[in-house]
């Protein structure tokens, strides 16, 4: 069975049933498929007669919160300032959705999209859904989930960094070159999506800041990030970014990894709370922690010194930073370090 990862169309449907549920003690099903009504993915004849049907959100969750929600959830709250609960339903959707898109034969991480959601939320029987789709002569089976186009995300934003193989973008490409060359990055801004996708670790990991191990699990979200959507790298890019291949190589589990770092300042009960900032001061998880800007900085160094820049170089540093933070967070996950270190100093880029 696959690893199976919320697509970005599933975060988009999340955040919109979110601002749907304004006012409500949880966000219901009925407030995803309005938020699928409004992204155009189902007919909007499926909401008739919405307000005259009982709610599932009348009594809160009562259950712990599934370990593989636990993050998104995070992260909605996080982007959106506002606490996140989520009905018991609508977790069983997701988990289904999981479920279903992980069944294949697979060798890597899969992606769940709106579809696998939508379907395990239509077919859900005792929700607010199920009477919608009753009183409406509506079957599960009879109502069309279309796709949800997302504007803004980490995949687009590769894209457009002219870094994706197949994807070429001349003047963004020579424009990106010149920026990033000015900034000290080699010439590609695959450094900035990978501190973003490490920040994005420590908002679903419930972490005030970006820390060494969450740059550690931004390559590896990278990685798992290619995979399930089909995309590589640009060939000339791939000798200084190959680190995912070789932790996967050495043993590194994505997975098991993310479950051994201490998680952070989110309450794990219901409801999800990110405690707030100082009056007047937002949050702000792109703030490394001082093991993050220790090794950033020497990557830094060695990009000044002529290597470019990337997720092996990155890799090898956090390694070698004098906490020993990742070095021991993977031996105890189970990987082979010294293998590990022995690879990435076998080709230097």
Known sequence: MS??????????????????????????????LAALVDKAAVPAEVLRGVSEVGSTVDEPPVRAPAPEVVGVVREIAHRQRRAVVLSDAVEDALLDALRDAGEGDGDGPVLVTVEHFGRALLRLSGTRVAELLARNGFTAE???IGPVPVDKSALTLLAESNVLAGRDHPVKGALTNLFTRALG?????????LR????TQAVRGGRDATTAAD??????????????????????LLP????GTVLRSCGADAHALRALVPSGRVFMGRPFLVTPAAP??????????PAAERVM??????????????????????????GGEVAKLLARQGADVERLRAELAGTRA
Do not use: C, F, M, W
Not at 16 to 31: F, K
Not at 185 to 193: E, I, N, T
Not at 310 to 316: D, P, Q, S
């Open 196 to 199: 973003a996708l490490a920040g």
């Open 142 to 144: 009879q109502v069309r």
């Open 280 to 289: 007047g001061e937002e949050e702000d998880v792109t703030r490394l922690s």
């Open 215 to 236: 740059l550690l699990l931004g390559v590896l979200a990278l990685d798992e990030l290619l995979h399930a959507h089909g995309e590589a790298l640009k060939p000339e």
């Open 297 to 322: 900085e020497a990557v830094r160094q060695r990009v000044s010194d002529g290597e470019q820049a990337g997720t092996r170089a990155l890799v090898r540093e956090l390694l070698d930073d004098e």
């Open 240 to 243: 200084a970014n190959d680190a």
């Open 3 to 32: 690893r199976a990862l919320l697509g970005y169309d599933v975060l988009d449907v999340l955040r919109q049933a979110h601002r749907r549920s304004a006012g409500e003690p949880a966000i219901g099903t009925e407030h995803v």
């Open 185 to 193: 990055l080699g010439g590609s801004l695959l450094p900035l999506h």
